[in-house]
């Protein structure tokens, strides 16, 4: 199965800054997508990110806040602008894996940001 | 939107019982998976069902897609302190990537 690698796997950030996340993948995947964990939840899907195109957000998030770049087949960014203490939370991303999604949705480590 | 319900929300178990979770939900769903979360790691996939009366087996992990396409559940049998963590289902739609996610359920096994 697909092998992702996520950077950094934790920061800790003043208010009002921006963190710009990273997702590397060990193969070329067409679609990759971006979730948020809050403290204690489940996940919930920010966007879906195709290279080539602007991103799809779900209901809920913008563009303003999560701008998505995919460059290319293999990486993605997510960046979290302007920082509250609420954004803290682990942010994941995920990729289909396998012909046909065989081996389902794989995700990354997560990167884990504390907003202070 | 789409909900899915997760139960139970924890367990506390001795080693070497069996475990079962369910999901359900009002919608039709055309994937439903089975995740592990450990702390400070990502959800790991345990079992990927893509046929609604599909039953699979992973080792001691046995899962179902639903009839109605509208539930599933896991087993674990025969407990081991490392199965401990959060088990997530999800389940996905037609639009590909789209999952929805359960609250999960905790798993504590005691030895």
């Known amino acids: 199965s697909a092998v992702i690698s996520q950077k950094p796997s934790r920061d800790i950030c003043q208010r009002g800054t921006s963190l710009t996340i990273q997702c590397q993948v060990d193969?070329?995947?067409?679609?990759m997508f971006w979730y948020r964990q809050q403290p204690g939840q489940s996940l919930t899907l920010i966007a879906t990110?195709?290279?080539?195109?602007?991103?799809?957000?779900e209901s809920g998030f913008v563009i303003d806040k999560f701008p998505i770049s995919r460059p290319n087949l293999t990486f993605s960014t997510l960046t979290v602008s302007n920082m509250s203490p609420e954004d803290s939370s682990i942010y994941l991303c995920?990729?289909?894996?396998?012909?046909?999604?065989?081996?389902?949705?794989?995700f990354g480590s997560g990167t884990r940001l504390t907003v202070v | 939107g789409q909900q899915l319900n997760q139960s139970p929300q924890s367990m506390f178990i001795q080693e070497g019982e069996d475990v079962s979770m369910n999901c359900t939900s009002s919608s039709i769903f055309n994937t439903w998976l089975w995740y592990k979360q450990e702390p400070g790691e990502g959800p790991v996939l345990l079992i990927a069902l893509y046929k609604a009366g599909e039953l699979t087996s992973n080792g001691r992990l046995t899962a179902q897609f639903g009839i109605t396409r509208k539930d599933s559940f896991l087993n674990i049998s025969a407990s081991i302190p490392s199965d401990v963590g959060i088990y997530f289902c999800?389940?996905?739609?037609?639009?590909?990537?789209?999952?929805?996610f359960g609250q999960g359920t905790i798993l504590t096994v005691h030895p």
């Open positions: 193969s070329q995947v067409t679609m």
């Open positions: 999800a389940a996905g739609g037609t639009s590909y990537g789209k999952l929805t």
């Open positions: 995920s990729v289909e894996d396998g012909p046909d999604r065989l081996y389902g949705y794989t």
């Open positions: 990110a195709n290279q080539g195109s602007e991103a799809t957000y």
